[in-house]
């Protein structure tokens, strides 16, 4: 049982854009905070962006600016538009949501998250 699916992944140029897709089960959807994260072989995963049900969104201070976190009630998704892309953007992306309400979901705690999905690979040369 598949409870977050990510796509949208891939190659490009630096400065191109990329847009993740996140789709979740009805019951993971409906939970407080859903987070994108990034991690790269041998570093800690980091937040990039986190959305709550009231709309909030926060992100980290190195995509501020370039990324976008929206989602789609109607459609269970939740998405991470990529825009001005760096190399240093580079990793693998995972969407996770977060059960409790609490600002902590958010930059720069980024805490409580419970359930992950299995990633999608962005590279940017």
């Known amino acids: 049982d598949v409870q977050l699916v990510e796509s949208g992944g891939g190659s490009v140029q630096a400065g191109g854009s990329l847009r993740l897709s996140c789709v979740a089960s009805a019951f993971y959807y409906r939970m407080y905070c859903m987070g994108w994260f990034r991690q790269t072989p041998g570093k800690e995963r980091e937040g990039v962006a986190a959305?709550?049900?009231?709309?909030?969104?926060s992100y980290a201070d190195s995509v501020k600016g370039r990324f976008t976190i929206s989602r789609d009630n109607a459609k269970n998704t939740l998405y991470l538009q990529m825009n001005s892309l760096k190399p240093e953007d580079t990793a693998m992306y995972y969407c996770a949501t977060r059960p409790i309400r609490s600002s902590s979901c958010h930059f720069p705690f980024w805490e409580g998250y419970a359930v992950w999905g299995q990633g999608t690979q962005v590279t940017v040369s």
């Open positions: 959305i709550d049900s009231d709309g909030r969104t």
